[in-house]
C-alpha cells in the first residue's frame, strides 16, 4: 500500500442537515487522501484511541465516544464510500485498500502515536493493513466483533460470497432491507431514539449500501500478506476483545486469543454484532480499566 497524501484538515461545513446533532453530537472534520473527501472526528484528550468500522459507518461509536471522550483523545472516521466519504477515487469501488489508504491517512495527518486501535468487523483487517506502515505508533489492539486473517473454511468465506454477491448488492441497493434490518435492536438501536436511527439509515443511503457488499466482496479475495506482516510486528503489544455474546458464530474470539495468549477477552451478554451499540457504557468501562490496567503503563515506562 503506499502511503496516502493528505492535506491539511477542515472543519466540514455545514453539517448535513439530516445528521443533527443529538445523533452525532461532535465536531465534524476532514481532510483529502488520494483525491477523495474523508470525514473524521477527533475529540476529547488524553491517550488516543484510533475507532474504525468498515460497512457501515462511524456513527456506530456515538455512545462510546461520548463516554470515552472524557478521558481519551477519540478519533473515528468514515473511509471512503461510507457514511460522509466520498466514494474512492479514481475507482469507484471501494476495497480494504482504499479503506486502509484512508485510515493510514488519518494517522499521518494527525500524526497519531501511542495509539490503541479500537476496530470492528472489517475495520479489523483493513486498519492492520494501514499499520504495516506504522506499527511503532501503535500501543495497543482492541477488537470488536471482528477478524485479522485470511477468511478460511466453507461457512466463512460462503458468508462474504453471498453477502458480497452483485445481486445481493443491487437488491439491497434497491429495497434498502440492510440499514433496516440492522438499525433494530438485534442491530445498532438498542438504545437509539427515532432520529437517530433514521440518520443510521440515511448515512446508508444507495451508494453506501452498495459499498458495504462491495467491501464484503473485496474481503474474501484480498491479499492479506500486509495484514499477516503487521499481526505479527504486533504481537507484542496488549489486546483486548470485545464480542456479543449471541454473535460469534465463526469463533473469532477464540481465534485472537490463539495469537494473543494474553489477551484480555470481554463479551456482551445478550449482545449481537454492535456490542458497542447493545451496552456501550459496558464497552467504554472496559476499554478504560484494559488501558488503565495494561497500555498506560507500558506508555510511560
Known sequence: MTPASPSSPRVVNPRPPWLGETA???????????????????VGSGPTLLLVTVGTWSIIWRDVVARLSESYRCVTLDVPGSGLSDAPTPTPTPTLSTAAEAIDAVVRDLNLTDVVLVVHDLGAPATLEAAAGWTDRVAGLVVVNGFGWRPSGTMFRG??????????????AITGWLPRASATRFGVARHWDRSTRKAYRYGMRRAQRRAFHQFMASARRHDYARIDAALGQLLDRPALTIFGQRNDPLHFQPEWKILFPDATQATVAKGYHFPM?????LVATTIHDWHTRVVLPRIIR
Open 277 to 281: 451499540c447493545d451496552n456501550p457504557q
Open 24 to 42: 452525532w453530537p461532535f465536531e465534524l472534520r476532514s481532510l483529502e487522501s488520494n483525491g477523495s473527501t474523508i470525514a473524521y472526528t477527533d
Open 159 to 172: 458468508m462474504l460470497a453471498v453477502m458480497g454477491n452483485p445481486a445481493m448488492r443491487e437488491l439491497d
